[in-house]
């Protein structure tokens, strides 16, 4: 059973005296930085000269580059993109990194696949919303918490996970629950997550549903219906209730078909493809991958996003959202 820390199993005294810097103002930056700052922490805003530091300006927060940020501050919080890390981490950050101070992240790319290689005397801990970060300041506003992950990948100060629940305590991480966890865990399951299900696997079997229906000769509309926006509905129930909670949920027609005809679909192929995914992202093969598209400007993501621009998919789903009063 997973350690699982609450409220009471941390203390925001860890941090008293501290400067927290957050490196990155965008989703979770912004969200982390503000809920920190309302649970009585010194935070500071490191940032490029863009929007997101117009906005931590307009925030009222100090707000200085990335470089001043990290001289300045004991606790470095990086949430810039993963791609951005590395390079930003050698440029700016690398050199304030001494004795008594703390690396942190929320989540654990660029430390488990040695992008970034800290210092010995230096902790690095992880404190990892289960959330995007609007929900990560909403839910805080409003007395409640999302649930969050805690790694320690080296406690040079023998303080490291003690400042790590103060750090997932004033975020409002504790107030659900904090999983205790490793970097390798992290990173090796959120990558395998992302690609094979939540947005690859997801997204692709969408599509070739809705390309199915369509080339049978039935209206893209209905497709849409039946292969897309329905989704919603059904996951909303798997979240609420689990799998069996959605079976009992839809008509016994939809509970027979899909469970006679979903391991068909995902049979063992489909199964031995997921472990050759699992055992790429494991390898450090797609990191590598990864890192070799950042370095010469994502050309190959930026061709497969003009792609998914152009598909019916897209343009029929934008009429519906709009005809529905989904998007503006």
Sequence with gaps: MAKIYYEKDADTRALEGKTIAIIGYGNQGQAQAQNLRDSGCNVIIGSIKDASYDQAVKDEFEVYDINEAACRADIVHILIPDEYQ??????????????????????????????????????????????????????????????????????????????????????????????????????????????????????????AGFETLVKAGYRPEIAYFECLNELKLIVDLIYEHGMEGMWKAVSNTAEYGGRTRGPVIIDKTVRKKLQKILKDVQSGAFAKEWVDESKKGIPNLKRMREAGKAHQIEKVGKDIRKWAGIEK
């Design 86 to 207: 590395g390079q930003i981490y050698k440029d700016s950050i690398e050199q304030h990194m001494k004795e008594g101070k703390t690396l942190c992240f929320s989540h654990g790319f660029n430390i488990h696949f040695k992008q970034i290689v800290p210092p010995k005397e230096v902790d690095v801990i992880m404190i990892a919303p289960k959330s995007p970060g609007a929900l990560v300041r909403k839910m805080y506003q409003d007395g409640k918490g999302v649930p969050g992950l805690l790694a320690v990948q080296q406690d040079a100060s023998g303080n490291a996970k003690k400042v790590g629940l103060a750090l997932a305590k004033g975020v409002g991480l504790t107030r659900i629950g904090v999983v205790e966890t490793t970097f390798k865990e992290e990173v090796e399951t959120d990558l395998f997550g992302e690609q094979v299900v939540l947005c690859g696997g997801t997204s692709e079997l969408i599509t």
